[in-house]
């Protein structure tokens, strides 16, 4: 079949993406993978373009990573602080978009802690929007990435088992990784205490479990998540030590997947909390620094393609 390419303004979640739209941007995210491990990582398809972060909410891999996506590419690159931008004075998310937007940026990368707010932002601009994670609502760069992992290390995503395991219910990469990974064929479980277990998740298709040693079984891959304490309003965990012993990844709990099943965490991690350092740091099983790794690749691929989508509409619509 034709490769559609991707074509798209935006990107602002997995949901409604096709397989070979998702395959397209993995496909080129590999070139430019091959294109960091280089000495010259410079590819100069964004020349004199203008990529502007906005990050509402802390961020250390995911700003980092655009960051450097973006000047990989040859754009220049904004950091916009919003604790010290107007923001903090009291500026809506709106008037802070079209200030932006006067200013001609070619795509904006924007984190937010409300769900929907990225796309409303969207709305509101003409240029490119990344979505790099809305409240609990996606996280789509997180989840190409993921996938791009997976497929390198396995050569497939479908037909495997993924189990994610933890804190879904506050979890946006967990949402984007639902979508990406049944649209690309592979089965997804979810293995969570009931307190954190979004309800209607098995409309989706996803299996749900609430024991580690049940869930693990025969898993080809092991995705944790952190606890996001931050989003919690009200006790959802008893305790740390408890959730640990219940919930947290382990050699012994590990046993029960694959012998070969791929460890991996979005980051920042809570050793000791959903993960044990002695599985988190195993070179064999452990995909996790490669998945911060990969993470420039996936957006350099989603800068270019957008990039270029824009230019083509502004182009076809007459604007500058
Ligand atoms: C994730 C996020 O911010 O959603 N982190 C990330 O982007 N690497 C996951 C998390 O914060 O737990």
């Known amino acids: 079949m034709r490769d559609p390419g991707f074509p798209h303004r935006h990107l602002l979640g997995i949901e409604g993406l096709t397989p070979l739209e998702i395959t397209h941007l993995l496909d080129l995210s590999d070139r430019y993978v091959e294109l960091n491990r280089g000495s010259d990582k410079v590819a100069r398809v964004l020349d004199g373009r203008t990529i502007v972060n906005l990050f509402f909410e802390n961020s250390t891999r995911t700003r980092t990573s655009f960051e450097l996506a973006a000047k990989r590419l040859g754009a220049n690159v904004i950091n916009m602080q919003v604790e010290s931008s107007s923001v903090a004075k009291g500026e809506t998310l709106i008037d802070t978009a079209v200030t932006l937007n006067a200013m001609h940026p070619d795509a904006l990368c924007v984190r937010h802690p409300d769900s929907g707010a990225v796309k409303l932002l969207s709305e509101k601009v003409n240029c490119a929007v990344v979505n790099a994670g809305d409240g609990s609502h996606e996280h789509p760069t997180q989840a190409l990435l993921d996938a791009l992992t997976i497929r390198r290390r396995l050569g497939r995503l479908n037909g495997l088992l993924v189990a994610i395991c933890g804190d879904v219910l506050h979890s946006r990469v967990a949402r984007s990784n639902f979508y990406l990974l049944l649209t690309m064929g592979a089965r997804v479980r979810v293995i969570a205490p009931r307190t954190l277990i979004p309800s209607q998740l098995e409309s989706l298709g996803v299996e749900v479990f609430t024991d580690m040693n049940e869930g693990l ?40 997947a694959k012998p070969d099943a791929l460890i991996m965490h979005p980051g920042p991690m809570n050793r000791g909390t959903e993960i044990d350092s002695d599985v988190a740091d195993d070179v064999q099983r452990s995909a996790i620094r490669e998945q911060v790794e990969l993470g420039v690749a996936v957006r350099m691929a989603v800068l270019e393609v957008l990039s270029k989508n824009n230019a083509a509409y502004k182009a076809a619509v007459g604007q500058s």
């Open 217 to 256: 079984k025969d898993a080809d891959i092991v995705m944790m998540l952190r606890v996001q304490n931050e989003r919690m309003r009200g006790s959802f965990i008893p305790s740390v030590r408890e959730y640990f012993r219940f919930f947290g990844l382990d050699r012994a709990k590990l046993a029960q």
